[in-house]
């Protein structure tokens, strides 16, 4: 689905960070390069980036460069990425840890400085001291900071807090797309680019706890699609007996909202519009995949309620 001049800038910035973790972390680096091939499941960390349905934090940026001049620069995307690269890291070094999924990750949570450091530095390159940009950036980071934090001590969500709070944990993403909107004197956009960005990361982070339910319930993580099924569930009924009578139909419901929101955003180019086709396309592909273990369990639960 990636274009090639996308699929090469993507080795591109993804690959100067991988190289560079040689000059800079000696001592860590072979650690963090097995990680980051893990994680991608190849030899090719940009595969990780390049995934359908991973958050579309590199393609953001170059959207909008392409859509305000045409084309993308691949020097100034080269740095995105290494920049947007550097920040998942960090952010999937922390997450990990705080989540209970780490494996290796506190043996290389040192690492994570110098990936802020890398994410920040790059915009050092385009962006003076004292230009706009640097009161957005830090705005922004901070916003970023404080409702990661905040959810991880949540021990319920329910719709408002999910999209002011939740929802808000991909906003460290705006700031490449700040970047390109300052580069190209369009602050004009912004505004409109937030909004965007916080209504897809609603719908990705819901659809993410939709489908890792099982996972997330066994872990005992709080999720709003979790807490929901806790209020709604029947006296005595197991979440996922909720799940298989209304839960999923509920969550769908919720997710078709959100993309009909994006898709009134008419801001956005016609890649943006595409994306979207391709995700809905997927999820509903999806849906009807799981369509039949669904039944399955309503059909246990009815034959449970008469015994």
């Known amino acids: 689905m990636h274009a090639p001049e996308f699929v090469e800038t993507m080795k591109s910035g993804v690959g100067r960070l991988y190289r560079g ?112 940009f640097w009161d957005y950036f830090r705005r922004t980071w901070a916003e970023f900071c404080d409702v ?60 993410e706890d939709m489908f890792d339910w099982q996972q997330d319930l066994n872990l005992g993580a709080v999720t709003y699609f979790l807490s929901e099924a806790r209020r709604q569930k029947a006296a005595g009924e197991a979440e996922v007996g909720w799940l298989a009578r209304a839960g999923l139909d509920w969550g769908f419901a919720q997710l078709d909202g959100w993309l009909g929101h994006l898709r009134r955003m008419t801001f956005a180019s016609p890649e943006v519009f595409s994306y979207l086709q391709f995700r809905e396309k997927e999820l509903s592909e999806h849906r009807e995949a799981v369509r039949p273990a669904l039944e399955l369990i309503r059909e246990l639960s009815r034959s449970k309620t008469h015994e």
């Open 21 to 132: 973790l040689d000059r800079d972390l000696p001592r860590m680096a072979a650690g963090i390069q097995t990680w980051m091939k893990a994680l991608a499941g190849s030899e090719e960390p940009a595969d990780y980036f390049l995934h359908p349905v991973a958050f579309p934090l590199m393609l953001l940026p170059w959207w909008l460069e392409r859509q305000l001049r045409g084309q993308a620069d691949p020097d100034f995307q080269s740095d995105l990425v290494l920049s947007n690269a550097s920040l998942y890291y960090y952010v999937r070094l922390v997450d990990n840890v705080m989540d209970g999924h780490a494996t290796v990750e506190p043996k290389l949570l040192p690492a994570a400085g110098y990936f802020v450091e890398r994410f920040h530095g790059l915009y050092q390159d385009h962006f003076e001291n004292g230009h706009p």
């Open 148 to 207: 990661t934090a905040a959810d991880g001590q949540l021990s319920d969500i329910d719709r408002q807090t999910f999209t002011d709070l939740v929802g808000r944990k991909v906003c460290a993403a705006k700031i490449g797309v700040a970047a390109v909107c300052h580069r190209h004197a369009r602050r004009d956009l912004l505004p409109l680019w937030d909004e965007w960005i916080d209504v897809f990361g609603c719908w990705h982070l819901f659809r």
